[in-house]
């Protein structure tokens, strides 16, 4: 979700999202919420207000230093969980929904990216973990290259009910469900606005790459949006997904 063009979007399809196909649980990662780069408080509230349960997030959960203190309290939003356990904030987290609990990991990967601890072995610890408690498991990987979320995702095969790839803001037509139940999208895709080079004013992202030079990015205000998603249906009991559903929508 990318700043308040992705809110807008938000407000417009969840709640129609999740009547439709009877949703129980919407996950989504929060981490460009505010201006594209970070979140606030009030941001974050109109995110749960628009119908999502619980928030993920990456390598810019720290933009807005301001924000930091209620990653400290909240259990509804997480930053990655191999970021030092000192930083703020919680790497996993438990939903409860309609007399079920959902575990819900946040990794991130280390190619391309800030140097953190290894994400396979943390999500594979963790979700071990989350499966004493439920069978039902949905883990976040933020990285930037397709093969390590790609591998990440056969790595808990048959452990998490859900693995889905974010952080490139392009949606991947590679939705499938693994072997022992795993549904697994690379990447999930950007909710905002679609006139964009990911999310921000293609203005200022083409004077950077032709010039060198340009202003700080800024999230696009032209008036196209586009909501990115998908819909996993998970058997309660035994937490292996049995359906996968990619969601592309774009209006004006």
């Not at 949905?138 to 808990?156: G, N, P, R």
Request: proline content about 4%.
């Amino acid at each position: 979700m990318v700043g308040s063009p992705g809110r807008e979007a938000l407000k417009r399809c969840v709640p129609e999202l999740r009547e439709r196909f009877e949703i129980h649980a919407c996950v989504a990662n929060a981490e460009n919420l505010a201006g594209g780069f970070g979140l606030t408080v009030s941001t974050v509230e109109e995110a749960f207000a628009a119908g999502v349960d619980f928030l993920t997030s990456g390598n810019h959960v720290w933009d807005k230093r301001d924000y930091r203190d209620h990653l400290a309290s909240s259990h509804r939003i997480l930053r990655p969980a191999n970021y030092p356990d000192e930083a703020p904030g919680h790497g996993y987290g438990l939903l409860e929904c309609d007399g079920r609990s959902v575990g819900i990991v946040n990794v991130m990967g280390r190619v391309f990216m800030p140097d953190t601890d290894d994400p396979f072995r943390v999500a594979r610890r963790l979700v071990e973990d989350l499966r004493q408690t439920t069978p039902i498991i949905v883990v976040d990987v933020h990285a930037e290259a397709t093969s390590e979320k790609i591998a990440l995702a056969y790595y808990l095969q048959g452990l998490a009910s859900v693995v889905f790839g974010t952080h490139t803001h392009v949606q991947t037509a590679d939705e499938r469900i693994l072997e022992g139940g795993t549904a697994f999208i690379t990447d999930v895709g950007m909710t905002g606005p679609s006139d964009s080079v990911i999310g921000m004013d293609k203005k200022i992202v083409l004077e950077r790459f032709l010039l060198g030079t340009g202003e700080r990015f800024a999230v696009a205000k032209t008036p196209g949006r586009q909501f990115c998603g998908m819909v996993v249906n998970v058997d309660p009991e035994t937490g292996r997904a049995i359906g996968i559903h990619r969601i592309f929508l774009r209006y004006d």
